[in-house]
């Protein structure tokens, strides 16, 4: 197996959820679509391997989250386009707004520090 690139970082458990529906709100898109877009948007930082993506985007059907159904690509080839639900816009601003909060505290904690431990 080829090493790993440094400029890449692991996602955190629970967040691979969280980037599918943000790219979803974007309109219908097919799974490798989701990939490439999660990509492109954080500079080539992340990189979601199809191993792990369409477990995660049938398991977000599972759950309502998503609807799939087969369609035609630009390209004339079958391809399954997955579609946010409205419950999967309500999960989306619920996973939102718990990451925020816990990048707000994890920037919190990783700022110099002003004080000293008790």
Not at 8 to 27: H, K, N, S
Not at 37 to 48: A, D
Request: proline share 6%; glycine share 6%; charged share 25%.
């Amino acid at each position: 197996m080829p090493p790993k690139s440094p400029s890449r970082v692991e996602l955190l458990q629970g967040t691979l959820d969280l980037l599918i529906l943000r790219a979803l709100v974007l309109g219908p898109a097919h799974g490798h679509a989701v990939a490439k877009h999660i990509q492109r948007t954080s500079e080539e930082l992340l990189q979601v391997e199809t191993g792990s993506l369409y477990p995660a985007l049938h398991r977000l059907e599972a759950k309502g989250w998503v609807d799939a159904s087969w369609e035609r690509s630009d390209k004339g080839k079958r391809a399954r386009y997955y579609r946010l639900t409205r419950a999967g816009r309500k999960q989306l601003a619920a996973e939102q707004s718990r990451w925020e909060a816990f990048s707000r505290a994890m920037s919190l904690l990783l700022a110099p520090a002003k004080e000293k431990l008790p």
